[in-house]
């Protein structure tokens, strides 16, 4: 679960919200990846709650991974190498 502290609060409250919007980049060797979400059913850009966070590529491929499974989705299969086709 997300948890975030606000200046001047001492206790972190759960954030919620759905997932309205996301993008990646790559960032030295970790991944750089923007959320957007919002808690209203009709947002507004000032209800777009915006969060960075920043993984390590293996986390990555873990939540890549996670999410795979959860969507019941699996992994086009691999195209055979060069060397594969010529040697079998």
């Given amino acids: ?3 975030a502290n606000l200046p001047g ?3 972190p409250h ?3 919200g759905v997932v309205i919007g996301w993008k990646h980049r790559a960032f ?3 991944i750089h990846l ?3 979400s919002t808690s209203k059913s009709r947002p507004t ?5 915006t ?3 920043l993984m390590t590529r293996n986390q990555a ?3 890549a991974n996670y999410l795979m499974r959860a969507t019941g989705q699996e992994l086009p299969p691999r195209k055979r190498t060069f060397w594969q086709r010529l040697f079998g």
């Avoid at 850009?45 to 709650?49: L, N, Q």
């Fill in 28 to 30: 030295a060797r970790n």
């Fill in 34 to 36: 923007t959320v957007q």
């Fill in 61 to 63: 491929m873990l939540l």
């Fill in 45 to 49: 850009p000032e209800a777009v709650d």
């Fill in 14 to 16: 759960e954030l919620s």
């Fill in 9 to 11: 609060e001492e206790a």
């Fill in 51 to 53: 969060h960075h966070l």
């Fill in 1 to 3: 679960m997300a948890r």
